[in-house]
């Protein structure tokens, strides 16, 4: 699992080569200071519940580490995939869904975050102003999304490559209607109000989306076969996979 670790921080490593950008996740001063408030003080209590969930996990499975690594460099390269769909933003992966399934919806909120800080810094990715709101959508509600999709479709029995596509494909999706619900609070259109502003950002960004979002799940069940093949062991300590049936 180290080499395909490396694999992703090789690829980290090349995006974070300086190039002109126009597009990325709701970018800098865009939103007005009361909505870029108001997401930082709705997902600072997530971030605190998770870094005690990390916590926790270093303590009780060390050996979880490298994984942990893992799913941070799948978010950031996979995240830092951008494609211009809408002034103020962009459609991209967000890579949440493989940290999510390993390691809970709370787990990957801090992450995703810190992902989104370094893109911000080092990418022109993002913003620090609207760093709470692209948190929120990606980090917090993607998770959240994710975790519940993957469970209801343990829940009805069907397979888990199914579940695992279906959580990565529909949490990316998930996180664009947040953002798409963001902007429309922020600048509702003079027509329709924010209705009418969200169903116009939410169709810009379904025209991309909807494509990186299947792309996304495949590749995210590619990774996943990948480590039930070589990281049993961790797998089972984060009770991915179980003795009897070999997937929970």
């Not at 799948?74 to 390691?103: N, R």
């Not at 620090?128 to 692209?134: E, H, K, M, Q, V």
């Not at 619900?181 to 027509?191: D, G, K, R, T």
């Amino acid at each position: 699992m180290k080499s395909l670790i490396k694999v992703f921080y090789f690829l980290a490593v090349l995006l974070i080569v300086p190039k002109p950008v126009f597009a990325m996740h709701v970018m800098e001063g865009f939103l007005p200071i009361g909505w870029a408030i108001f997401w930082w003080l709705v997902t600072i209590p997530f971030l605190i519940i998770g870094l005690k969930k990390i916590s926790n996990l270093i303590k009780e499975n060390s050996e979880t580490k490298l994984l942990l690594g893992l799913s941070g460099a799948f978010t950031f390269v996979l995240s830092a995939l951008k494609i211009p769909s809408v002034t103020g933003s962009c459609s991209h992966p967000t890579g949440v869904g493989l940290g999510t399934i390993l390691f809970g919806p709370f787990v990957m909120s801090v992450m995703g975050t810190i992902v989104l800080l370094f893109q911000s810094l080092f990418l022109a990715h993002g913003g620090l102003t609207t760093l709470g709101a692209n948190a929120f959508s990606m980090a917090v509600a993607g998770p959240f999304i994710a975790y519940a999709i993957f469970k209801a479709v343990q829940k009805i029995g069907l397979s888990f490559s199914i579940a695992v596509f279906l959580a990565a494909t529909l949490g990316d999706l998930g996180t664009y209607v947040i953002t798409s619900i963001q902007l429309a609070l922020a600048f509702p259109s003079e027509v329709g109000g924010v209705l009418g502003s969200f169903t116009k950002f939410a169709s810009v960004f379904a025209i991309t989306q909807v494509p990186l979002a299947v792309i996304e799940g495949l590749i995210t069940v590619m990774v996943m076969n990948f480590l039930m093949k070589y990281n049993v062991k961790e797998l089972m300590l984060l009770r991915v996979l179980n003795n009897s049936q070999g997937v929970r």
